[in-house]
C-alpha cells in the first residue's frame, strides 16, 4: 500500500467534525468565519489540490537556492500564510537533505499567535516530513507534540506522526522521555478515530502491532498513560465494524485493516484484566505520586469511571491543586456519598452565588475568568450532574442564573440527568433559558437538558434536525444529541446508523457507541 498522505487524500467522513471543532475554538471570537487558513486546509481535506504550478515554481527557486548553498535563505522565506503548505510540499519533493532538515527546524518555530493556524502549519510539516521518509525526524514531532500539548488538531498531527516508520521503537521503550511522547502520540491518533481521524491510519500506522508492542514491553507497574491506551483499543475493538466499512469495496484494504483488529482481539481479555485491576492500584498510588503523575493518574482513572473518591477528595482540599479539574472529572462518577456535600461547600465558602445571580446576565463571557483560581466552580458545576439531591438541584437553578454563561452552562447542562425533585422550578427554568438567554450555547444547553427529560417540544426540534435536508446542521444534531446524552433519541439515531448516506450512517454509529459507553459506566 501506498503511503496515505493525511493532508491531501483525506476520507470526507471528518470533515464535518472538522469544521465543528474548528469553530468551536473560534466560539467567541469576534468573527465567526473560518480563517482563510482554515479554509485553504479544509479544502484540502476534502481532496482539493494544491496549485501545481505554483509548487513547481517554488521548488524551482528553492533548488537554485540550495544549490547555491542558500539554506538560511530558504529558511527565512518560510513564513505563515496560505503559502506556507506549497513551500512545504516544494521542499518534501525536492527530497535532499538540507530540505529534510528546514523542514525539521520548523517545527520549533512559532509561525503565528493563532493556536488553530499553528496547529495547521505543524500537520503539514509532519506531512511533509513523512512523505520524505525521514525516520530521523521523529524525535522532532514527538517534542513538538509534548510541549505542544492537548492543541485543537492534535489528532490530525499524531496521525501522521504514528504512521512514520520507526515509530514502534520509541513504543519499546516506555519509560524513557520519547517514549513517553510516543505513547501520548499514540493516544491522542487513537482517540482521533472518534473524532475525524480516518480508519486507515489503522492500517497505515498498524495500530494493532503498536499496541502489541507496549502490552509487551509494558513496565512492572501500573502505568496510566498505558491504561489509556488499553481503553481506547477498546474502544477501538467496538467501533471495528463501521470504522472498516469506511473502506469502501476495496478488499486489500479491508484486510489489512481487519489483520490490525486482530491483533487487538487477541489481547482483549489480558487488556480488561489489566484494566479491572488498575482503579484499586493508581488509586493508592495517588496521594504519594508527583504533581505531574498525580495528573496522568486522574486522567487514568476518568477513563475508566473509577469510584476513587477516597484518594481524589483530601487532594481537593489543596490551596489552588493545579489539576482541581482533573480530580473532579473523577468525582463525577464516583458514587460516594460525601461528594456532593463536599462540592457544593466549596463553592458556598468562596463564591457569591446569590450577588453574581442578581446582576444583569451577559451574552458572552469576560476576557478572564470571573472567578478567582481558589475554586474550580466550573468544574464543580458539571461533577455535580452525577450527585442529584434537593440542594444540589438548588445550587445549579442558582448557578443557571450566573451573570457570566460560562457557568450558566456549566449549571445548565448538569440538570436533566435525574428527576428533577421540584419538577416545576427545572422546567420553568429550563424553558425560559432556552428561549431567552443572551448565549446560543447556553440556550442549546437548556434545550438539551428538556429533552433528557422528556420534553416534547425539545425531542421534535432534535428529530426535525435529523432529518433536515442541510448535512452540516445533520451532523450536528447528532453530535449534540451524543454529547448530551439524550437516550430518548436512540431510536432515531438507530435508523440513521443504517442511512444510504455513507457519512451520515458513520456519525450515527459512532454517537451510538458513545451513548452505549455512557451508559454502562454510569449505571
Known amino acids: 500500500m501506498q503511503t496515505m498522505t493525511i493532508l491531501i487524500v483525506f476520507c470526507l467522513i471528518l470533515v464535518p467534525a472538522l469544521i465543528l471543532l474548528v469553530r468551536r475554538q473560534r466560539r467567541y471570537a469576534a468573527r465567526e468565519e473560518l480563517s482563510p487558513i482554515s479554509r485553504q486546509h479544509i479544502e484540502l481535506f ?30 527565512a522565506s518560510m513564513r505563515a500564510g496560505m503559502h506556507f503548505v506549497v513551500q512545504v510540499r516544494a521542499l518534501a519533493e525536492l527530497g535532499t537533505e538540507d530540505a529534510g532538515r528546514i523542514l525539521e527546524r520548523q517545527l520549533a518555530r512559532r509561525l503565528t499567535d493563532d ?16 512523505s520524505l521518509n525521514r525516520a530521523q525526524s521523529l524525535p522532532h514531532l514527538l517534542r513538538t507534540a509534548d510541549q505542544a500539548g492537548e492543541v485543537p488538531l492534535s489528532q490530525f498531527f499524531a496521525a501522521e506522526t504514528v504512521c512514520f516508520l520507526g515509530f514502534n521503537g520509541y513504543v519499546r521503550q516506555p ?10 502520540v499514540l493516544l491522542r491518533a487513537m482517540q482521533g478515530l472518534r473524532s475525524g481521524v480516518p480508519a486507515v491510519v489503522v492500517t497505515e500506522a498498524r495500530i494493532g502491532e503498536l499496541v502489541e508492542t507496549l502490552w509487551d514491553n509494558r513496565p512492572e507497574r501500573i502505568d496510566p498513560l498505558a491504561v489509556r491506551i488499553f481503553r481506547e483499543s477498546l474502544r477501538l475493538l ?64 476518568a477513563e475508566l469511571r473509577a469510584n476513587a473518591a477516597e484518594a481524589v477528595l483530601p487532594l481537593l482540599s489543596i490551596n489552588r491543586y493545579p489539576h482541581a479539574d482533573a480530580a473532579l472529572d473523577v468525582l463525577m462518577w464516583s458514587r460516594d456519598q460525601r461528594i456532593g456535600p463536599t462540592l457544593r461547600e466549596m463553592v458556598l465558602q468562596k463564591v457569591p452565588m446569590v450577588r453574581r445571580a442578581q446582576s444583569r446576565p451577559r451574552a458572552y463571557p469576560p476576557r478572564r475568568p470571573s472567578v478567582g483560581p481558589d475554586v474550580p466552580y466550573r468544574s464543580i458545576l458539571q461533577a455535580l450532574r452525577n450527585h442529584g439531591s434537593s440542594p444540589t438541584e438548588a445550587m445549579l437553578l442558582l448557578a443557571a442564573r450566573d451573570w ?24 420553568v427554568t429550563l424553558h ?24 416534547l417540544k425539545a425531542l421534535t426540534w432534535y428529530r426535525h434536525r435529523l432529518t433536515n435536508e442541510n448535512a452540516q446542521i445533520v451532523y450536528e444534531a447528532i453530535q449534540s444529541i451524543a454529547n448530551e446524552g439524550l437516550t430518548l433519541l436512540w431510536p432515531d439515531l438507530d435508523k440513521l446508523a443504517d442511512a444510504d448516506d455513507a457519512d451520515v450512517a458513520h456519525h450515527a454509529r459512532e454517537a451510538l457507541e458513545r451513548m452505549g459507553e455512557d451508559l454502562d459506566q454510569r449505571w
Do not use: C
Open 46 to 75: 476534502q481532496g482539493g489540490q494544491l496549485n501545481e504550478a505554483a509548487v513547481e515554481s517554488t521548488k524551482a527557486r528553492f533548488r537554485d537556492m540550495l544549490e547555491r548553498g542558500e539554506v538560511a535563505a530558504v529558511e
Open 115 to 130: 493556536q488553530i493556524e499553528q496547529s495547521w502549519y505543524w500537520i503539514d510539516l509532519a506531512n511533509g516530513l513523512r
Open 175 to 184: 519509560d524513557t522521555p520519547l517514549g513517553r511522547s510516543a505513547l501520548k
Open 238 to 301: 467496538n467501533r471495528s465494524e463501521h470504522l472498516g466499512e469506511s473502506h469502501g469495496g476495496d478488499p486489500a484494504e479491508r484486510e489489512a485493516f481487519d489483520w490490525q483488529i486482530s491483533r487487538l482481539g487477541a489481547l482483549e481479555p489480558s487488556l480488561e484484566d489489566y484494566l479491572s485491576d488498575s482503579p484499586e492500584t493508581l488509586s493508592r498510588h495517588l496521594p504519594r505520586s508527583s504533581l505531574s503523575e498525580q495528573r496522568e493518574i486522574l486522567l487514568a482513572l
Open 404 to 427: 457570566d454563561p460560562t457557568y450558566r452552562l456549566a449549571a445548565v447542562s448538569s440538570l436533566g440527568w435525574w428527576e428533577p425533585l421540584q419538577r416545576n422550578d427545572v422546567l
Open 432 to 455: 425560559e433559558t432556552s428561549q431567552r438567554d443572551a448565549n446560543p450555547e447556553v440556550r442549546q444547553a437548556a434545550r438539551a437538558a428538556l429533552a433528557r427529560l422528556g420534553e
